[in-house]
């Protein structure tokens, strides 16, 4: 930050660490073991869509990129009660007690980069990859774009949340990914793809 960007109050935006989501892969085998919750395969970049022709054709060539090649995934768009579209990455697993979460987020990497890169970043929320249980639990681990954290988010029936859950699996990652320690950022993401 400069001397003039000081003086009249102007911050520069925290850089997003994308790089991050390529932690994923291993933190889950971890959720595995640990915790009995496997991946889906799927994922989703949570990001407000800006008005304009600009980034109509942005978000279509992302869909074309993401979706190109004979194991791409099947690429959705959906919209929320709350204005943010939901792009979604849904793979067919061949194996679905292991599913590829490289290529999963490689593509949720492409998407955020290419996003930000078009200079669409400030509208980007959050990226999701759902887990569930053999006893039926769902967890999503949602990275959050403006702080490069993760947090996990259980969602249960009647919009409330499994809190003990939630903590298992901060307490089983943290030596693994870069998690949330303000617990007032762990955002319920409710009506989320996958969960």
Known sequence: MGFWDTI???SKPKQAKLDSLFLVPSAAITLQT???LVATGDGSVCYRGAAGSGFATTQADLVALVSEGSDAPRVTTT???FGFTWLELDHDPVDPANPDLTSLCTGLHAVNST???QGFGPGLLCSLVPFTGADGRTIGLVYLY???TF???APQA???RDNLLELQ?????AGELPMEQDLGRWLAVWGAPGL
């Open 34 to 36: 640990t915790l009995g």
């Open 8 to 10: 009249t109050g102007r």
């Open 169 to 173: 699996v901060r307490d089983a990652l």
């Open 146 to 148: 403006k702080q490069g």
């Open 151 to 153: 947090y996990p988010f």
């Open 115 to 117: 996003l930000e890169e």
């Open 158 to 160: 009647a919009k409330a």
């Open 79 to 81: 919209a929320d009660e």
